[in-house]
């Protein structure tokens, strides 16, 4: 349980959130039609007759969408549907030249499912919060209007008219911003582990509807109002703490909260009517008459679920088995790309631990000083097993290491080869160690003595020492050993 | 030499193939007959030009040895079906000057097996009307008069009047039509010519103005059962442009045409006779019945006890998927757009379709929107689907005991223009016997069978299983080859 509360002027509230995610369908061509669905192309460059909604064109329903929809579902181990259907929604604007959109109300493609969202003490959430996922059903975009181009008349834009998206409804179980959030994150995850959407929320692959109402905490649910196209998980954040807040003042003010739709400000943080419920459209659904009833067969179904990749929460398990940190492991699974570069560090080799510590702390640490994303990271996994290996096998120690990796940034060259050209292999070379261990002992005599005389703190001076004299090529156990001996 | 515009399409294709005439001289035989037949008011657009083009391919092609199925054979085109480089009105204002650019798959089929066109041919606004009083253009006045010595202008059934007109008054040998609730038997029953919709799927839908998705249906319309299954022949096939599409192959229909019933059952539906319908109807049925018989067939009496619901389930039905299809003529992209001054987007929707729809289109509009809208939907489109499943079992039992089913195509023969324009019920009506079979999606034609007591031709109806157009085509030549139809139109216009 969350115990995230508005505190009221007469006690605290609680927030129930529901979100619609409208995820763009990774495809080449459109749900309905084969025309393209590239982001950023001239207007109007990506529309076929049956995006124009020409006199006697039909629609005909594109495989690869279906199949990344119900992949989806099954990454979210929901029930798949195999007979749905294809519904008209019935409504008259400029952008929706049909004058209905192809969606589906009464028979969706995937059902009930769930999804784990990662805990966050700080945010309050706890460990094992999971979020209901009532249905996922696909449905075509519309087209965008341009009110910027000339100064009495808007123009439209088709491109994006038909192009396809899984419309994935949460159920109210939602408490917080935070979990709102977490929920979002983890979905997209979820999605491009999966590869059905690529989760681009400022190239609108992906935005949500809130859904948002307010209750004294064990009541029943209060009226909710749905703020729409909300494109960023933050600005979803913000946009909860809004409309929550406005309802718990519009109630504790003797007002009710009324049921509408309303729209996100990104610039100020709030949200404002865009049309109340009497307002609403009678979008008049019915069964699209141009298109059979979908049906999935089972080899179908089982080429989707073969086809998954490992998911994140299965992925995280594996990590921890393997010793990984807990957080670690939450660190290199929430991006699919990070986890695949670190599958491939662990299949070249790689200790886990060793290789999550190094990832999560050295390789990201460069990445992020050189504003690079992992997928174009300088270094191959294979290389980096290299490196790692290096350290573990003594041949170089771990701040050799580090000046290692920092060439290989530079000149992408294999570890052994820099170790090997620069001469940095670490020695273990006992009469080499003890010879400059006498020389530190000499030139400090001092020191010597205090530790003697029982400041054994001054022991890691004396290794700083004497691999400073070694240029930090002796082996740091060695190091230890023999000055131990040494100074008996 | 003979009058060319008096052959069939196997004749015309036969005869140029013999090289008894060349396929430019048909084309401007009946090029000639339509420029004289303005009176009849058969066509929206004449294309003579379009018809000489594909004459001339036809007579290299005889020369160069590569015929094709339909080469030298010109046809109208129901102005429904997209055509490119030449308006496709729908007989609507609200497509008026509409030019696609692209061809719909049956009119493309037919133009790669060699047919050239006409014109494009009058019909009921949208398809929607059993008069072709509907149309932008003004209706189409058939080419059959009473014998009462009276001049009444007769209606040449609809929606597709001008195919029916076009053929009846020797136009052109052929047609495209399309059915959704009659619009090709009912015509064709009106003007004593022969049309079948085949079953729901054997044609591409793609590219014609769509009135009702799931009934609409394109099929051809000509003098003779034969000329019939030449032409579906090449207008049939699996398209994969439309997912309602049947995959299919297309039986080779005229070459195994016989109308030899031997071991066939006829199926005769008690609930088809009527109280009070005309007496000439009735013995035109059972005429019929007799000339089966008299072919080899037995006949049984089925019962479709659902018929009398599907007259309200249609006009359910097919308005709902027409108040939605309709939807995209909007004035946004093309066709007409009427902007008043001042007007914003919703002032713009509002009085383009108040200006581009005609009147019967409104009302089918507006019943459709009542019936999908909330709190009726149940009542109404729930109820009319679930009869439509009804009707469907009802014609999948009665084919248990029977192959075909013989019924008249229409409860009455033609009627005068504006005889019924002010009553949509008693115009409604027409589409009794029709309807059923559009519902169950099944292939049924409407062969000429007799003439009324006014000399007026009436039509049978033959209503067949799922994919069986030829049960269909089998029993209609039967019926043609018995009942010696050869009563035609006598010119006055």
């Known amino acids: 349980m969350s115990d995230y509360r508005i505190k009221g002027e007469t006690g605290e509230w609680e927030v129930v959130i529901g979100l619609e995610v409208h995820a763009q369908v990774t495809s080449n061509a459109k749900l309905f039609s084969g025309a393209a669905t590239a982001f950023g192309a001239e207007p109007n460059t990506q529309v076929s007759l049956v995006d124009a909604a020409m006199p006697g064109m039909l629609p005909v329903p594109n495989r690869e969408c279906v199949r990344q929809a119900v992949r989806t579902g099954m990454a979210i181990e929901a029930r798949i549907n195999k007979w749905s259907r294809f519904d008209r929604k019935n409504y008259f604007y400029a952008d929706l030249p049909q004058g209905y959109q192809i969606s589906q109300l009464y028979h969706p493609l995937v059902g009930e499912g769930s999804l784990h969202i990662e805990a966050d003490e700080k945010a309050g959430i706890a460990h094992g919060k999971m979020i209901g996922i009532e249905r996922i059903h696909v449905e075509q975009d519309a087209g965008k209007l341009m009110h910027d181009q000339h100064p009495t008349m808007s123009f439209v834009d088709l491109n994006r008219s038909g192009v396809a998206l899984m419309e994935i409804v949460s159920k109210p179980d939602m408490r917080s911003p935070a979990e709102a959030g977490a929920y979002l994150r983890k979905l997209r995850a979820i999605l491009r582990y999966v590869g059905s959407c690529d989760g681009n929320m400022e190239e609108g692959s992906m935005r949500a509807d809130v859904n948002v109402s307010v209750r004294r905490p064990g009541e029943p649910f209060g009226t909710r109002t749905e703020t729409k196209n909300v494109n960023s998980v933050r600005f979803v954040m913000q946009a909860i703490e809004y409309e929550a807040r406005r309802q718990v003042e519009l109630i504790e003010s003797g007002g009710a909260v009324v049921q509408e739709t309303r729209l996100f400000n990104p610039d100020t943080g709030t949200t404002r009517t865009m049309r109340s419920k009497e307002d609403a459209h009678d979008y008049r659904y019915f069964p699209d008459p141009d298109l059979l009833p979908l049906e999935l067969d089972d080899a179908f179904l089982d080429e989707c679920r073969a086809s998954l990749p490992e998911l994140p929460d299965a992925k995280r398990a594996r990590y921890e088995a393997a010793g990984i940190s807990a957080y670690n492991a939450g660190v290199l699974t929430a991006e699919v790309e990070s986890a695949r570069w670190f599958d491939a560090l662990l299949d070249a080799g790689a200790e886990p631990k060793a290789a999550a510590n190094w990832v999560t702390s050295e390789l990201f640490g460069a990445l992020n000083r050189l504003g690079k994303d992992i997928s174009d990271c300088p270094v191959t996994p294979a290389q980096a097993a290299e490196l790692l290996g290096l350290v573990a096998d003594g041949t170089i120690s771990g701040s050799i290491a580090k000046q290692v990796f920092e060439i290989m940034l530079e000149t992408g060259d294999a570890p052994a080869k820099i170790v090997e050209e620069k001469g940095l292999k670490q020695t273990s070379d006992t009469g080499a160690i003890e010879k400059v261990i006498g020389e530190v002992l000499a030139a400090n005599a001092d020191k010597v003595d205090q530790y003697r005389g029982g400041k054994e703190a001054l022991f890691g001076f004396f290794v700083g020492q004497t691999m400073k004299a070694m240029q930090g090529k002796a082996n740091p156990q060695v190091v230890n050993e023999l000055l131990k001996k040494a100074l008996g | ?493």
């Open chain 2, 1 to 493: 030499m003979t009058d060319l515009t008096n052959l069939t399409v196997a004749q015309i294709r036969d005869g140029h193939r013999a090289g008894d005439f060349s396929a430019v001289e048909v084309a401007e035989a009946f090029n000639a007959n339509v420029a004289d037949a303005k009176a009849l008011n058969a066509f929206i657009v004449e294309t003579p030009e379009h018809a000489i083009e594909a004459a001339k391919a036809a007579d290299a092609d005889r020369a160069a040895g590569t015929l094709k199925p339909l080469s030298g054979v010109p046809i109208g085109m129901k102005d429904l079906f997209c055509t490119k480089g030449v308006q496709t009105t729908a007989a609507s204002h609200m497509l008026e000057g509409f030019v696609p650019r692209y061809e719909s798959t049956v009119s493309q089929k037919l133009w790669d097996a060699g047919a050239g066109m006409l014109g494009k041919l009058n019909l009921d606004q949208f398809a929607m009307g059993s008069s072709n009083e509907t149309s932008y253009f003004g209706n189409v006045i058939s080419p059959w008069r009473r014998k009462d010595g009276g001049n009444a202008a007769l209606a040449p059934g609809g929606s597709s009047g001008g195919s029916s007109a076009a053929i009846a008054a020797r136009l052109c040998p052929a047609a495209t039509g399309t059915d959704t609730g009659g619009s090709i038997r009912q015509p064709a029953a009106f003007t004593g010519i022969t049309g079948i919709k085949p079953t729901y799927g054997r044609c591409s839908r793609w590219g014609i103005v769509a009135f009702a998705s799931s009934l609409d249906q394109a099929g051809p319309m000509a003098r003779d059962v034969r000329d019939c299954a030449i032409m579906l022949e090449n207008m049939a096939g699996f398209d994969p442009k439309d997912a309602t599409s049947l995959d299919l192959p297309v039986p080779r229909w005229e070459d195994a045409l016989s109308s030899d019933l031997k071991g066939k059952t006829v199926g005769i539906p008690k609930e088809y006779r009527l109280d009070g319908i005309d007496p000439d109807i009735d013995a035109m049925w059972d005429a019929g019945i007799a000339m089966l018989k008299d072919a080899g067939a037995d006949v049984v009496e089925v019962s479709l006890p659902h018929t009398r619901y599907a007259l309200p389930a249609y006009y359910i039905i097919a308005p709902a998927e027409a108040s939605s299809n309709l939807a995209r003529y909007d004035g946004v992209r093309y066709g007409l757009r009427d902007l008043p001054q001042g007007a914003g987007l919703q002032e713009m929707y509002a009085a383009t379709r108040a200006e581009g729809f005609g009147a019967e289109v409104k009302r089918r509009i507006m019943i459709g929107t009542y019936v999908l809208s909330a709190g009726f939907y149940d009542a109404y489109y729930t109820q009319a689907q679930k009869v439509r499943t009804l009707i469907a079992r009802d014609f999948e039992a009665a084919f248990a005991s029977c192959d075909v089913i013989l019924a008249p195509t229409a409860p009455s023969a033609a009627f005068g223009l504006g005889e019924k324009a002010a009553d949509p019920l008693a115009m409604y009506l027409n589409d009794v016997f029709a309807v059923p079979a559009s519902l169950a999606g099944l292939p049924a034609m409407s062969v000429p069978a007799a003439l009324n007591r006014e000399g007026l031709p009436l039509g049978l109806q033959i209503i067949g299983k799922a994919f069986d157009e030829q049960g269909v085509l089998n029993a209609g030549l039967a019926i043609e080859e018995r009942a010696g139809f050869t009563a035609r139109a006598e010119k006055w216009w």
